[in-house]
């Protein structure tokens, strides 16, 4: 892929820092030789698989002193332009438009560098292994801020890992006494429902019929009018359960004196359990 191509698709600082180094060092390499590459843009730049930076493209390629003026180049010096001689500074120049694009983010340094290169001037532009040097510098402070952010993320997922496995100790604890929980509710809950069947067959047993002294103590206690007394008695002579007690009766009212008078005599032992004369 072109150099274009992985900036357009993002690249962090440290990688593009390391591309410019690898720039630099092909282009010293390439004047060693005596050669003017003549065309560096950021289209003429490859990037191999480990982000190794490859110059391509040398169809405009001069030996250093020519005086050939490629008007098809992309970044051409402005002293080449004017018909000037072509030397090594015009690659520089190239070189500076192409960090312009890559690393003018970069440090402090690397961008006054970057603006050196640029330079209308030839003779003010830096050579390029001081432009080495300050690239290199850069590329070893921000792999130290790199490391110290890994460093630091490490830490974070440290920290991360141990709040981690509290909570799951948490987590397993509170299940357990969750589990706990629940079988007791369980456990109280079947004794209830043993309780409450207890509860329902006492309630529901049938209890023999009142005894005639039973009667009589009711009756004595409780005045009622005769009407009453007398279902009272048909209850017992049917055999069904019968409660004695005020929650049995219904609202009494004070009778007159007349019927307490007959009340009295209808209960009296002489006469029997309930046989007054108006039954």
């Known amino acids: 892929a072109t150099l274009t191509e992985r900036v357009d698709a993002g690249m962090d600082l440290l990688t593009r820092l390391r591309i410019a180094l690898g720039c630099v060092d092909g282009l010293m390499a390439l004047h060693a030789l005596g050669i003017v590459h003549g065309d560096i843009s950021m289209g003429n730049v490859l990037l191999k698989d480990?982000?190794?930076?490859?110059?391509?493209?040398?169809?405009?390629?001069?030996?250093?002193?020519?005086?050939?003026?490629?008007?098809?180049?992309?970044?051409?010096?402005?002293?080449?332009?004017?018909?000037?001689?072509?030397?090594?500074?015009?690659?520089?120049?190239?070189?500076?438009?192409?960090?312009?694009?890559?690393?003018?983010?970069?440090?402090?340094?690397?961008?006054?560098?970057?603006?050196?290169?640029?330079?209308?001037?030839?003779k003010q532009r830096p050579a390029l292994p001081f432009i080495q040097s300050t690239i290199s510098d850069a590329v070893a402070v921000q792999t130290q801020v790199?490391?110290?952010?890994?460093?630091?993320?490490?830490?974070?997922?440290?920290?991360?890992?141990?709040?981690?496995?509290?909570?799951?100790?948490?987590?397993?604890?509170?299940?357990?006494?969750?589990?706990?929980?629940?079988?007791?509710?369980?456990?109280?809950?079947?004794?209830?429902?043993?309780?409450?069947?207890?509860?329902?067959?006492?309630?529901?047993?049938?209890?023999?019929?009142?005894?005639?002294?039973?009667?009589?103590?009711?009756?004595?206690?409780?005045?009622?009018?005769?009407?009453?007394?007398?279902?009272?008695?048909?209850c017992n002579e049917r055999a069904t359960p019968f409660r004695c007690g005020p929650s049995a009766l219904v609202p009494p009212r004070y009778p007159a004196r007349r019927e307490r008078t007959a009340l009295r005599r209808s209960v009296s032992p002489r006469h029997g359990l309930c046989h007054p004369p108006w039954c």
């Open 50 to 122: 480990d982000e190794t930076p490859v110059l391509a493209d040398f169809c405009e390629s001069e030996i250093i002193g020519s005086r050939t003026i490629r008007l098809r180049a992309t970044n051409v010096a402005p002293e080449v332009m004017s018909g000037g001689d072509v030397s090594s500074a015009a690659d520089v120049y190239a070189l500076g438009t192409v960090f312009a694009q890559l690393v003018h983010d970069g440090a402090a340094a690397v961008r006054e560098t970057m603006r050196a290169m640029c330079s209308h001037d030839c």
């Open 146 to 234: 790199v490391r110290r952010a890994i460093d630091a993320a490490q830490t974070q997922m440290d920290e991360l890992q141990n709040a981690m496995t509290v909570l799951n100790k948490n987590h397993e604890e509170a299940q357990r006494r969750v589990a706990d929980a629940d079988q007791q509710l369980d456990a109280e809950r079947a004794n209830c429902a043993a309780h409450e069947r207890t509860a329902s067959s006492k309630q529901f047993e049938t209890r023999p019929p009142p005894t005639t002294a039973q009667c009589v103590a009711t009756a004595s206690c409780f005045p009622r009018p005769p009407s009453e007394i007398c279902a009272a008695r048909c």
